[in-house]
């Protein structure tokens, strides 16, 4: 694919702000706090876009598309179930994060249950994140090799590369800030594709839009069928409430954000004006697909270019290499778009995960260590009164430079492992369906024991919550494996996070809650 001179600038204006951005938010970074929560002092409005960016990334601006152009608007209805999880976080669990004063979100299952509860919480956050964000960054770097014909591998490499760079300077200051602006220039992107296609296709823009109706290309709600329809109303309005549910609340990736704002009233502002402006964005995405179906249907685009059956996925990529005119920035904004998806989701994993490294494992295994090592010098002295600093909490300046830079080589560790995914997905044809799939088997475990936690007071227990938890996964895993061989059983993706959430719950609660001994900072006993 060729680029004019005006769309080139146009992709080196976006790579300046980006980094120019990434650059002044992130500087100043002298602990972990800063590193992981921004001092707790972000907008609550730039922390609702940086929360679109995340959560649209390259599949929605890739692979949504893709869907309207193959069927309709069915996936539009995910979206009241979208906005329902949202509202329960708001009103849940961020009052319990911010309770509990915590960096991630298992610091709060500590608090609750205990250290085993929020162990393999962090565990399964790591699982579904690696591999969510894996699929992520792979839609994106397939339309970046469509589009300029190059090799997948190197595409990916480079994407991981850019993302780790400003993620490892500038923390989530950094990660925040770049991701508002990459919300507006992907926003902004796929308005101006739809003015191009409303003037480019043939005929009046409301004859061709009348069209789309009369075919059923804009049909938003479906009534009728079975529970295993994937397009059914209340199938996916149960669905996305749940699915929401753990992928805003029980997911650090994007509770991360919301922790960064100054105090509880202005975190739950920042998901509820996120609420709001999420549905005009995802119906811009899918009116493009329905357009670019309409801009081949009339022999603008010279024939339909994608027949094999599942390549709708790599449809839009199709049309910005083949079908923008060169030279007028249009193309330039649109491959800017691409990469501001694919960047505003991937330094976000980067740094949730990061953090999650650092506050639940790293920190609890070091303070554990020196109050070993306390106690042994204690006992071989004889002083048993000998004073555990472990009990004050962090252990300073020299302790927060420490963790800091442990956080930043986390954070390369990262993003390696996601690249490593991404790759492993390469010949996939459903992105969409094996991202929705794969953390389903896992979300369900995350979300049920954050539920559990908040619903009740006196219920589940710090080892059984573990079963709970990992056997919701087992029992996902062998519905998806007896489907698969046998096809006697079968449980759409949309079932399997409700199941594990109602799995964990269930078994949660049949054990009473053990006293949870004292933790400080650091989530150690104190």
């Known amino acids: 694919m060729s680029l004019g001179t005006a769309d080139i600038a146009v992709l080196v204006a976006y790579f300046v702000g980006t980094v120019t951005i990434g650059l002044w ?109 894996g699929i992520r960054l792979l839609a994106a770097s397939l339309a970046l090799a469509i589009v300029f014909d190059w090799p997948l591998a190197w595409v990916v490499v480079g994407a991981a590369a850019i993302a780790v760079t400003y993620t490892t300077f500038g923390g989530i200051k950094a990660i925040i800030w770049t991701d508002a602006f990459q919300a507006l220039v992907f926003a902004g992107a796929a308005v101006a594709v739809v003015v191009f296609l409303l003037r480019a296709i043939p005929g009046a823009w409301i004859d061709n839009l009348s069209t789309l109706s009369a075919s059923g290309k804009l049909q938003v709600f479906h009534w009728e069928g079975g529970a295993n329809n994937v397009k059914l109303f209340w199938v996916l309005m149960i669905s996305s409430t749940v699915q929401t549910m753990a992928a805003l609340g029980a997911d ?145 300046g020299s302790d927060d430079r420490r963790e800091l830079r442990v956080a930043r080589a986390c954070t390369i560790v990262f993003g390696v492992l996601l690249a490593w995914v991404a790759l492993a997905f390469a010949d996939s044809k459903q992105l969409l369906e094996d991202a929705f799939g794969w953390v389903g088997l896992i979300f369900g475990g995350m979300l049920g024991v954050f539920v559990l936690g908040v619903t009740t007071t006196g219920r589940g227990g710090d080892r059984l919550n573990v079963f709970a938890m990992l056997s919701s996964v087992g029992v996902l895993i062998g519905i998806k494996y007896a489907q698969e061989r046998s096809g006697v059983v079968y449980l759409a993706w949309p079932w399997w996070v409700v199941v594990g959430t109602t799995w964990t719950y269930l078994v949660g609660v049949c054990c009473p809650t053990a006293a949870v001994e004292p933790r400080s900072e650091t989530g150690a006993p104190g």
């Open 25 to 133: 938010f992130g500087r100043g970074e002298r602990n972990t706090t800063d590193f992981f929560l921004g001092g707790r002092r972000q907008h609550w409005l730039v922390v609702g876009l940086s929360i679109i960016a995340t959560e649209v990334s390259a599949l929605t601006f890739l692979i949504v598309p893709g869907r309207s152009y193959e069927g309709n608007w069915w996936y539009l209805q995910m979206y009241v179930g979208s906005f329902v999880g949202r509202l329960l976080i708001v009103y849940m669990l961020l009052p319990a994060f911010y309770g509990g004063s915590v960096t991630t979100v298992y610091e709060y299952l500590g608090q609750r249950f205990g250290p085993w509860t929020r162990t393999v919480a962090a565990l399964m956050f790591f699982a579904s994140r690696i591999i969510g964000s």
């Open 252 to 396: 650090q990736d994007m509770t991360q954000r919301m922790l960064t704002c100054p105090d509880l009233r202005r975190g739950q502002r920042s998901l509820i004006f996120n609420a709001f402006l999420g549905l005009p964005v995802v119906c811009v995405f899918l009116l493009v697909g329905s357009l670019v179906h309409q801009y081949y249907a009339v022999g603008a685009g010279g024939g339909t270019p994608v027949g094999e059956s599942g390549q709708q996925d790599r449809i839009f990529a199709h049309f910005i290499a083949t079908a923008l005119p060169v030279g007028y920035g249009l193309k330039g904004l649109l491959v800017a778009g691409i990469f501001a998806a694919a960047m505003s989701s991937l330094d976000s994993a980067l740094g949730a995960l990061s953090s999650s490294a650092v506050t639940d494992f790293y920190r609890p295994i070091v303070v554990l260590l020196r109050r070993r090592s306390a106690r042994a010098k204690a006992r071989s002295s004889g002083d048993s009164g000998a004073d555990d600093p472990m009990t004050a909490g962090p252990g300073g």
